[in-house]
T-cell receptor
Framework: NAGVTQTPKFRVLKTGQSMTLLCAQDMNHEYMYWYRQDPGMGLRLIHYSVGEGTTAKGEVPDGYNVSRLKKQNFLLGLESAAPSQTSVYFC??????????FGPGTRLTVL | DQQVKQNSPSLSVQEGRISILNCDYTNSMFDYFLWYKKYPAEGPTFLISISSIKDKNEDGRFTVFLNKSAKHLSLHIVPSQPGDSAVYFCAARDSGNTPLVFGKGTRLSVIA
């Protein structure tokens, strides 16, 4: 039982490049989330999903897109990376929207 | 506008003493509250939660208190241990389908 896993763990991009972050969970959870954590800002919700095939915007959705084609996977895409997107990204999942289980994070640097 | 506020960015406590972390919220529709603990280079992990129908929940050394009239909750750690040194996030949600709302966190340092 791996819980929530994130791929990759680290990534360096140049401004304008694109990339996709993958989140996978093996707990059969309905809800999945993408957060970013920046110094002094806490955890800010980017996008979330309440079930396979559904997505919704969070607090800071601009510059990101998501897809939930399979229940166990939640992808976060950056179409044209900007230095402001340098951050640590956390994925989380939950069964019914209460207690969330977090992945280990992806540290992204955009030069 | 921050709905969940942790006004102390950091807290230092001596080993063996009590640590008290505070959290205030503004949304009266919140009915479920959680505390998460985060070590460097790791994801947050769930610590303890409380429903709005209770005013206290205890789990070992950790106790969460909820004061609904003051829209305030606190996490007590007794006795504090060096391994408790981490960032603690308060989170809340309402009874709808909305995601958790997190505070900005408080960094606890337990000094041996």
């Amino acid at each position: 039982n791996a819980g929530v896993t994130q791929t990759p763990k680290f990534r360096v991009l140049k401004t304008g490049q694109s990339m996709t972050l993958l989140c996978a969970q093996d707990m059969n959870h309905e809800y999945m989330y993408w957060y970013r954590q920046d110094p002094g800002m806490g955890l800010r919700l980017i996008h979330y999903s309440v079930g396979e095939g559904t997505t919704a915007k969070g607090e800071v959705p601009d510059g990101y897109n998501v897809s939930r084609l399979k229940k166990q996977n939640f992808l976060l895409g950056l179409e044209s990376a900007a230095p402001s997107q340098t951050s640590v990204y956390f994925c989380a999942s939950s069964l019914r929207g209460n207690e969330q289980f977090f992945g280990p994070g992806t540290r992204l640097t955009v030069l | 506008d921050q709905q969940v506020k942790q006004n102390s960015p950091s807290l230092s406590v001596q080993e063996g003493r009590i640590s008290i972390l505070n959290c205030d919220y503004t949304n009266s529709m919140f009915d479920y509250f959680l505390w998460y603990k985060k070590y460097p280079a790791e994801g947050p992990t769930f610590l303890i939660s409380i429903s709005s129908i209770k005013d206290k929940n205890e789990d070992g050394r950790f106790t969460v208190f909820l004061n609904k009239s003051a829209k305030h909750l606190s996490l007590h750690i007794v006795p504090s241990q060096p391994g408790d040194s981490a960032v603690y996030f308060c989170a809340a949600r309402d009874s709808g389908n909305t995601p958790l709302v997190f505070g900005k966190g408080t960094r606890l340092s337990v000094i041996a």
